[in-house]
Nanobody, 124 residues
Framework: QVQLVESGGGLVQAGGSLRLSCAASGRTFSYYDMGWFRQAPGKEREFVAIISWSGGTTVYADSVKGRFTISRDNAKNTVYLQMNSLKPEDTAVYCC?????????????????WGQGTQVTVSS
């Protein structure tokens, strides 16, 4: 079992930045690939980014490429999402999730554990 708790969300103006954190506890954090998803009201859950268990591989959705950076610190059992140049369309609840190695990164059903999420609101 892995417990995930996100933090760092908030209200920011367009063009601003936020850094989300996801702290993990329970089973060995470094075993899992870690992803970020987001869900806006009335929309489906959307893949944002994933980082491999070692941190050596990252994948981003086209909508955030070049603006968001995912990273992890296995010594601290934490994964981060640095979000720059934020846009109003980035407004959503952001959740981190853990999956076993080698699974499809952008499919929510491939993830085993989920956090509760943190709200990000970008004003225009």
């Amino acid at each position: 079992q892995v417990q995930l708790v996100e933090s760092g969300g908030g209200l920011v103006q367009a063009g601003g930045s936020l850094r989300l954190s996801c702290a993990a506890s329970g089973r060995t954090f470094s075993y899992y690939d870690m992803g970020w998803f987001r869900q806006a009201p009335g929309k489906e859950r959307e893949f944002v980014a994933i980082i491999s268990w070692s941190g050596g591989t990252t994948v981003y959705a086209d909508s955030v490429k070049g603006r968001f950076t995912i990273s992890r610190d296995n010594a601290k059992n934490t994964v981060y999402l640095q979000m720059n140049s934020l846009k109003p369309e980035d407004t959503a609840v952001y959740c981190c999730a853990a999956q076993g190695r080698g699974k499809k990164p952008n499919r929510p059903y491939e993830y085993d554990y989920w956090g509760q999420g943190t709200q990000v609101t970008v004003s225009s």
